[in-house]
């Protein structure tokens, strides 16, 4: 057999499996390549669709001139702060009202930017400015680093008003990258040295060289450099906030120069820091608010740096006025005639005689209730200089109106019935020294009768007052007692009351926020910032704020008005704190203040407050109805109640008992004891008296109530006669079951007799025994009484009634036993 073939088949077999595993290898390259281009594509795909993301709304660089190129760039603008219309310049966020000057680098243009401080500048800021190509890579994650000048230009003009992520950290990259292109380094070394923030709001070495060293920039030497550029670091460390540290961080940086005689020098230089003035503003509180605020809705480092108009909410003409009334009546009271400088538009009463107060001080608030809108804030004042202070200090009694709140939204009424006496615990006493017994819930609370309110806080629990005043605003820390709560560690500031009671004027309603800063726009014209309407939360329902809203009403002030004038206990502050529909006010007074003179000025305010404004009340809502209740004990009127009044009360909360306060004795005018039924009827006269309970008994005592009589009259049963007597049962006798009645009822001139029954000792009601019976009896029976389900001390009388008219009684008392 011929090998030839079966080689040849063999060697078909081979190539067959080359020619198959270069084709799988064929197959498998192509997969590769198909996958790493599809791979490659996506990549390359996702990169773009990452790019666009990154680029998407990027701010143009060229605004950048616009803001920083002299003279006319908007950054050397300082930014203003206006009152509400816009015509009241309140404050200048500059250490001086004047445009901020640009030093180019090159002296050849004229004054420039000191060598020293452009060196150092670079080496401590951006040591490899003119190496890398306007931003590093590096610190991307870290979104509130900017490593190059470039980024603190990108990330302080272009992007700060997105908030700090590694999104903002790219887009940052990519326009600094875009400004070296466009610009070059030695304009962007330039407008950095211009714009920089140095504290104590100078922006620009040539306004804080000005600042701190009363200088041009141009001639700052090399400590007062390496000082600015210490600063530029950390501008809350600077020579007029921490002189110390800020000279300290310029050594520091100093020490890492190489040695020289120069750098030497600079290191043992004495620096000489400038005085300078407080900043000016027109409404030092308010405007320190308004800027604190601010900062919440926008970056307030970029208002800061200039080119902006914030329009507030100060209404200025009512901000004059409140302040000329709080100097006025500071002057009052430390016994200076009034100042001459204002004019105050609305009448202030004048002080009663009392003696000079030298260390008085004042507050006030005045804000819309129905949006929150701060109106006008006058700062802590002292010897008629207002700061921009705008403290907390102990609320005293106008913490009460929330006790009774609490109380009023379980059950309680402006007209239930509560005592002001003295207790058998320890109890503080009232502020004028007097108790006042019985009184209804409206006056006890607007009076600051102190017992009543620690009973319903009692009532209520402390833990129960606490929720109910928490969503208020106010944060207690201080709960040991009731003391505490009132003059303890607890300080509520003017605008935290003002917002608080301002929330009754809003029929329950308080906007989630108070609004100091209405709208925010560049020079240009172009909006930042546009404050929108403060969403609300009903806090009471407007059935109960109607209820506060009625108690707290005062009548003599020209206007639908609600007040609470307010102590601490020690009587060293006082507050008053009240409103109408569209202004709530709030006002602080210490130093031992009297609360006429605090009465007096709130009136004032609020007057002025309210000027130009529509005087409307508050309209009962559907859920509260009126009702004359008898006062003081807030039930039903009856015939025996001294006096009357119209209450308010929540639907299905309305009293449906009697009054049961006032009650008529029949009493012996003679001996004073109570009338029995043998008293006779010529010595009885009728006397309303006051029932009051056993612990204020010692109050009625002390203060001259007169209380009913415990003591009846002596029993003297008539003397008994043939013609009309009761001979069974006798005098005191206990009965029980069936009663058969023995006696006489008969004589000359008879008509007719009854008999009939009464509690008691002198029974103001009776009920008859049958009928009138027309057959005279003697020593008989009378007739019979069912005693059953009758238990006590009972009169039976027997009553004969003669042709003539006349009428005569006998009558004996009896004991119904079980």
Request: charged residues 15%; contains cysteine; proline residues 8%.
């Amino acid at each position: 057999m011929s090998i030839l073939p079966i080689l040849q088949r063999r060697r078909e077999r081979r190539l067959l499996r080359e020619r198959a595993s270069s084709e799988r290898q064929t197959r498998i390259s192509l997969g590769c390549g198909l996958v790493f281009s599809i791979l490659l594509g996506l990549g390359i795909f996702g990169f773009a669709l990452g790019y666009a993301s990154l680029t998407s709304d990027l701010p143009s660089i060229e605004a950048l001139p616009a803001l920083l190129d002299p003279p006319d760039g908007l950054l050397y603008q300082p930014s203003r702060i206006y009152d509400r219309t816009g015509q009241y310049l309140l404050t200048v966020l500059a250490p001086q009202d004047a445009p901020r000057q640009f030093l180019p680098l090159d002296s050849t243009q004229g004054e420039a930017l000191a060598p020293d401080l452009v060196a150092l500048t670079l080496a401590l800021t951006d040591p490899g400015f003119y190496s890398h190509p306007g931003y590093l890579l590096t610190g991307w994650t870290s979104p509130d680093l900017h490593p190059t000048l470039a980024q603190k230009l990108s990330a302080d003009l272009l992007l700060w008003q997105e908030p700090a992520s590694p999104r903002r950290a790219l887009r940052e990259r990519i326009l600094a990258a875009q400004i070296t292109a466009r610009f070059g380094r030695e304009k962007i070394l330039e407008w950095y040295l211009n714009t920089a923030d140095y504290g104590r709001q100078a922006y620009g070495a040539q306004a804080a060289a000005q600042l701190y060293f009363g200088k041009p920039a141009s001639q700052l030497n090399l400590a007062e450099a390496a000082l600015l550029v210490a600063v530029a670091q950390s501008p809350a460390i600077n020579p007029l906030d921490a002189p110390e540290a800020a000279t300290q961080r310029a050594r520091d940086l100093l020490n890492q120069l190489p040695a020289s005689a120069e750098v030497t020098a600079a290191q043992q230089a004495n620096l000489q820091y400038q005085t300078v003035a407080a900043p000016v503003s027109l409404a030092p509180a308010f405007t320190a608010l308004a800027l604190s605020q601010l900062g919440q809705d926008v970056s307030l480092a970029r208002i800061a740096r200039g080119g902006m108009i914030v329009i507030t909410s100060l209404d200025f003409e009512r901000y004059q006025q409140a302040q000329c009334a709080l100097r006025i009546q500071q002057a009052r009271l430390s016994g200076l005639p009034d100042p001459t400088d204002c004019q105050l538009l609305v009448d202030l009463a004048a002080l009663p005689p009392g003696p000079a107060l030298d260390e008085s001080a004042v507050s006030a608030v005045v804000l819309n209730p129905q949006n929150g809108q701060v109106l006008a804030i006058v700062g802590e004042m002292r010897q008629g200089l207002e700061s921009a202070l705008l403290t907390g200090h102990r609320p005293g009694t106008s913490l009460i109106p929330f006790f009774y709140l609490a109380g009023f939204s379980r059950g309680l009424s402006p007209a239930s019935l509560v005592w002001d006496i003295p207790q058998a615990e320890s109890v503080i006493p009232n502020l004028d020294g007097i108790y006042h017994g019985p009184v209804r819930a409206r006056l006890a609370l607007t009076h600051d009768y102190l017992a009543p309110a620690q009973s319903i806080l009692a009532q209520m629990s402390l833990p129960t007052a606490l929720q109910t005043m928490r969503p208020f605003g106010f944060q207690l820390t201080d709960t040991r007692d009731f003391a505490a709560l009132l003059d303890g560690q607890n300080f509520i500031s003017p605008l935290t009351m003002a917002q608080a009671y301002g929330v009754f004027a809003a029929n329950g309603m308080l906007p989630l926020r108070l609004t100091t800063v209405l709208e925010v726009r560049s020079l240009d014209g172009q909006t930042v910032f546009t404050a929108q309407p403060a969403p609300g939360a009903a806090l009471v329902s407007p059935q109960l704020s109607y209820l506060m809203n009625h108690v707290l009403a005062v009548d003599s002030l020209g206007l639908p008005a609600a007040l609470k004038v307010s102590q601490t206990l020690d009587g060293a502050d006082t507050w008053a704190v009240g409103y109408t529909p569209t202004r709530a006010v709030a006002l602080w007074m210490g130093g031992g203040a009297p609360p006429s003179a605090t009465r007096g000025l709130f009136a004032a305010l609020l007057q002025s407050a309210n000027q130009g404004e529509t005087p409307l009340g508050w309209e009962q809502p559907v859920g509260v109805s009126p009702l004359l209740v008898c006062d003081p004990s807030g039930l039903l009127p009856t015939a025996t109640c001294p006096n009357v009044v119209s209450e308010v009360f929540l639907t299905g909360y309305e009293p449906v008992q009697p009054d049961t306060l006032y009650k008529t004795y029949a009493v012996n005018r003679e001996t004073g004891f109570l009338a029995t039924v043998f008293t006779l009827s010529q010595l009885v006269e009728e006397r309303v008296y006051m029932v009051v309970p056993p612990e204020a008994a010692n109050w009625a005592a002390g203060s001259g109530v007169a209380t009913p009589p415990t003591m009846y009259d002596n029993l003297q049963p008539p003397v008994s006669r043939p013609d009309l007597a009761i001979s069974a049962p006798a005098m005191f006798a206990l009965l029980r079951g069936q009663v058969i009645i023995h006696g006489s009822a008969a004589g000359e001139g008879f008509a007719y007799y009854r008999l009939q029954y009464g509690q008691g000792l002198n029974p103001t009601a009776w009920i008859l025994l049958g009928e009138n019976r027309e057959t005279p009896v003697t020593e008989a029976v009378l007739g019979e009484w069912d005693i059953r389900g009758l238990k006590g001390l009972y009169a039976l009388q027997l009553v004969v009634v003669r042709q003539d008219g006349r009428v005569e009684t006998t009558a004996v008392q009896v004991e119904i036993g079980p």
